[in-house]
Antibody, heavy 120, light 107 residues
Framework: EVQLVESGGGLVQPGRSLKLSCAAS????????MAWVRQAPTKGLEWVAS????????HYGDSVKGRFTISRDNAKSTLYLQMDSLRSEDTATYYC?????????????WGPGTMVTVSS | DIQMTQSPASLSASLGETVTIECLASEDIYDILAWYQQKPGKSPQLLIYDASSLHTGVPSRFSGSGSGTQYSLKINSLQPEDFASYYC?????????FGSGTKLEIK
């Protein structure tokens, strides 16, 4: 059974950093691209970042470019999101998502999410 | 960057009714479009991919159509469990933009 479990969320002050993790199981992690998607309270879904299966190609949304870094450790089947220079508008539930194997970015598995609150 | 404009933002309907949600891409996305359902406090669930292909386990009352820049999600004979939020998404290339969402409420 495919499982994605995020961790690392919490309350953090503006300007500080936080690192999220997503532990994957039930599939061959190194065969799949991965992504982070977030959702601010009462708002819609926002794609944050994506990474290729080998880790060499990354893409970021404009709102986080230059502040967030997506990475992965295939030996540990774990996806990461390093978040620096956090702002109040980064407050959201962060989901780890796996795209299907067809080559396009359709997210067929999602984690339960981890909440990040940026506030002083 | 590809923008996804989804409408309506909210929709009120009765059990058994049929509803349609629209999604307009700012450029041709060659049918590389997904639809998701999200219930309060839950993660999104994939419903439709490739604009019209039903994901495994999704009831046949859900259907997707469209091409080029215009796409739609149709739900026939609304059931109680269908009242949720729905999102379209560009699955072609980064940025992997989502539509702003449609909240389907019971009338």
């Amino acid at each position: 059974e495919v499982q994605l479990v995020e961790s690392g969320g919490g309350l953090v002050q503006p300007g500080r950093s936080l690192k999220l993790s997503c532990a994957a199981s039930g599939f061959t992690f190194s065969d799949y691209n991965m992504a982070w998607v977030r959702q601010a309270p009462t708002k819609g879904l926002e794609w944050v970042a994506s990474i290729s299966y080998g880790g060499s190609n990354t893409h970021y949304g404009d709102s986080v470019k230059g502040r967030f870094t997506i990475s992965r450790d295939n030996a540990k089947s774990t996806l990461y999101l390093q978040m620096d220079s956090l702002r109040s508008e980064d407050t959201a539930t962060y989901y780890c998502a796996r795209p299907s194997s067809g080559g396009y970015w359709y997210f067929d598995f999602w984690g339960p999410g981890t909440m990040v609150t940026v506030s002083s | 960057d590809i923008q996804m404009t989804q409408s309506p933002a909210s929709l009120s309907a009765s059990l058994g009714e049929t509803v349609t949600i629209e999604c307009l891409a700012s450029e041709d996305i060659y049918d590389i479009l997904a639809w998701y359902q999200q219930k309060p406090g839950k993660s999104p669930q994939l419903l439709i991919y490739d604009a019209s292909s039903l994901h495994t386990g999704v009831p046949s009352r859900f259907s997707g159509s469209g091409s080029g820049t215009q796409y739609s999600l149709k739900i026939n004979s609304l059931q109680p469990e269908d009242f949720a939020s729905y999102y379209c998404q560009n699955g072609l290339s980064a940025p992997l933009t989502f539509g702003s969402g449609t909240k389907l409420e019971i009338k």
